[in-house]
């Protein structure tokens, strides 16, 4: 007896739609795609400390001196192949961290964070390096905290119930990119476009905080545009895009050249950052 091959049927039933699931959804955030910003390097930026004891006591002298110590980094994002991306920063091939500092005792938190981001991305001897650079970041939401309760490497997203004076508080933002930016690394740093699948569940390589950022970032519908500036896609996503391309970290600018952005992980609280 002949085997029965089955058949695909085909049906003009249209998809059964819920009703309304939007109610008290924060705005759908507008993500332009990665091609259309511009990438270069710049001079070094060497680390402060030569390792984590002496980042450590510099910590220490800083909470003797001022008080706890802020700290402001930004989550950018931008979308390949309609999925989000988020541009980070990678040192020694390995370290991984967002673009940002600590604020200086006397810094406004907006504004010394703006500053800190130019230090990080924005183009040496460029009219975005100047005076007026500040304006061209628009800080949004304030997505997440973390605290470091001790002289120690280990952050927590809450303040431990015996703790009463934390010596650090990072705070994560929200970074709305405007639809074109020319962004700059120091050229010992890379600049990474990282897919949020690559970043979930994911601490054994990029640590509690980054890891989380998925999470963090599920609260918004994000809408992708092309260059042009056209929708092309929105939450919830179609998938792989007509190409059938899969996203992937890609690296954007900085390190050496034959570089290999895929070495061994160090994890946040190991570089203390």
Sequence with gaps: MAAVIPTLELTSNRPILPKSFNANQPK????????????????????????????????EEHYENYGMRRTCEGILVCHEHNHPHILMLQIANAFFKLPGDYLQPEDDEIEGFKQRLNDRLAPAGNQ????NANEEWEIADTLAQW?????????????PAHVTRPKECKKLYFIQLPKSKILSVPKNMKLLAVPLFELYDNTARYGPQLSAIPHLLSRYN????????????????????????????????????????????????????
């Design 28 to 59: 759908t955030i507008r993500l332009y795609p990665l091609s259309n910003y511009t990438f270069g390097t710049k001079e070094n930026q060497p680390e402060e400390d030569p390792s984590v004891i002496a980042r450590l006591k510099r910590l």
């Design 128 to 131: 975005f390096s100047g005076s």
């Design 147 to 159: 605290w470091r309760p001790n002289f120690e490497t280990f952050m927590y997203p809450f303040i």
């Design 222 to 273: 994000f809408e992708f545009v092309d260059e042009s500036g056209n929708p092309v896609a929105m939450t919830p996503g179609f998938g792989l895009d007509e190409h059938g391309n899969v996203p992937q970290t890609k690296l954007l600018a900085g390190g050496e050249s034959n570089g290999d952005h895929e070495g061994d992980a160090v994890k946040e609280e190991d570089h203390m950052e």
